[in-house]
């Protein structure tokens, strides 16, 4: 999964990432992640309409 571009990523393959950090008792790794991704998503999708974010 970390070779290819994050836009051919299935949520799935995310899912189940998280999961196994669940399983392995790290509930606040998965947490952390889990907010990390949103937020890259949510800048990603607003990139083409906010020129201010391609200056950070």
Same mark, same amino acid.
């Given at each position: 999964?970390? @070779?290819?571009?994050?836009?051919?990523?299935?949520?799935?393959?995310?899912?189940? /990432?998280?999961?196994?950090?669940?399983?392995?008792?790290? $509930?606040? +790794?998965?947490?952390? *992640?889990?907010?990390? *991704?949103?937020? @890259? /998503?949510?800048? @990603?999708?607003?990139? $083409?309409?906010? *020129? +201010?974010? *391609?200056?950070?």
């Amino acid at each position: 999964m970390a @070779a290819r571009p994050f836009a051919q990523v299935k949520a799935e393959e995310l899912r189940d /990432v998280l999961a196994r950090l669940i399983e392995a008792g790290k $509930g606040r +790794t998965a947490v952390k *992640l889990r907010a990390f *991704l949103r937020a @890259a /998503v949510g800048m @990603a999708m607003r990139a $083409g309409l906010d *020129l +201010t974010l *391609l200056q950070r």
